[in-house]
């Protein structure tokens, strides 16, 4: 079993700064990609950042510029540096590891933190 544990969330004035991590307990496993994606009351999460085993990354328009996504594979965890934090970046923010077994890969999801930034 895979969990995802995430911390950094809170709340921040509008320009102001948050660090997001998330540790995968998946050692046993080879994680393909892990992002962040993010979900606001009625409607759809959406892809925020991801990161490839790789190492590449590809962030949401609204994002760019503003947000860094990064990865220590050896550990398992990615995290995402938010700046420039505007009041629309309030959401409630979910870590995801994509995980092949065999030809079929998994998404596994963190519980969410909550970012709330003021004006």
């Known amino acids: 079993q895979v969990q995802l544990v995430e911390s950094g969330g809170g709340l921040v004035q509008a320009g102001g700064s948050l660090r997001l991590s998330c540790a995968a307990s998946a050692r046993r496993f080879s994680i393909n990609a892990m992002g962040w994606y993010r979900q606001v009351p009625e409607k759809q999460r959406e892809l925020v950042a991801i990161?490839?085993?790789?190492?590449?990354?590809n962030y949401a328009d609204s994002v760019k510029g503003r947000f860094t996504i990064s990865r220590d594979s050896a550990k398992n965890t990615v995290y995402l540096q938010m700046n420039s934090l505007k009041p629309e970046d309030t959401a409630v923010y979910y870590c995801n590891a994509r995980i092949p077994n065999g030809i079929v890969v998994y998404d596994y999801w963190g519980q969410g933190t909550q970012v709330t930034v003021s004006s």
């Open positions: 990161i490839t085993s790789g190492g590449r990354t």
